[in-house]
């Protein structure tokens, strides 16, 4: 492993992103537990879908307006960067924030965890618990988003999951410092990058972000009809 006093150390990952990942990876291992028990544990399914709706959405907002290394066109990579990655034949710019490979990975975990939450919203189980939003769209929806949610969904969020964690893995067990990013938010690299901007106002920024969210996401949450 190189000499960290010899490399440079960049700020990768701002404040309000670090928050987000760990944040979304407790309410992920929330709903899988309360999903799976089921009973009166769907009262904290529940909120743990709301939590992570919350976060979601702020994602998609700061995706926009976050630290440089966390805006969503820093890891969009054409098919070729990617295979000129698995080759190792990749800038190393490639690799300052997500890789190319670890982009896909990233795009895919956003992507079915907003479809995951948002057939959520429209489930029923026809016993106790429905989404909030299940008298909005047709029963033909209520049905295919419920058996999307409660069956292929689950397991191709799992597949994502653990392929996410054993990625992870791989690389802590050859020193390559991605988990400590994720948690300090820095990385030593060989060469000068664009530091992501992580001050006060910007932090600040991000929490007012995430209050509208919540504020959004608590409004949608009342539009279920008295005694769901």
């Known amino acids: 492993m190189p000499d960290p006093s010899a490399l440079y150390r960049i700020r990768i990952w701002d404040l309000p992103t670090r928050v987000f990942h760990w944040a979304s990876a407790l309410c992920v291992l929330g709903l899988a537990v309360t999903g799976t028990v089921g009973g009166s544990a769907m009262v904290f399914h529940f909120r743990f879908g709301y939590a992570l709706l919350t976060l979601l959405l702020f994602r998609l907002v700061w995706g926009l307006l976050g630290g440089h290394w966390s ?22 710019s490639h690799s300052v924030g997500h890789s190319p490979l670890g982009a896909l990975s990233v795009w895919a975990i956003l992507a079915f965890l907003n479809l995951q939450v948002a057939t959520g919203l429209i489930s029923d189980d026809e016993i106790s618990t429905a989404g909030p939003l299940t008298h909005l769209v047709s029963n ?40 400590a990013a ?12 664009v530091a992501a901007r992580d001050d006060a106002r910007s932090r600040m920024t991000a929490f007012l972000l995430l209050c509208l969210c919540a504020a959004a996401v608590f409004w949608l949450s009342g539009l279920a009809p008295a005694g769901l």
């Open 182 to 193: 994720m948690l300090h938010g820095d990385k030593h690299l060989p060469a000068p990058a």
């Open 140 to 179: 033909a929806a209520v049905s295919l988003g419920s058996q999307y949610h409660t069956q292929l969904g689950k397991w191709i969020l799992l597949a994502l999951v653990l392929l996410h964690v054993a990625a992870i893995t791989y690389h802590v067990r050859r020193r390559q410092g991605l988990l």
């Open 71 to 92: 805006r969503f066109r820093s890891f969009v990579f054409g098919p070729r960067a990617v295979f000129a990655y698995l080759r190792g034949q990749a800038p190393e």
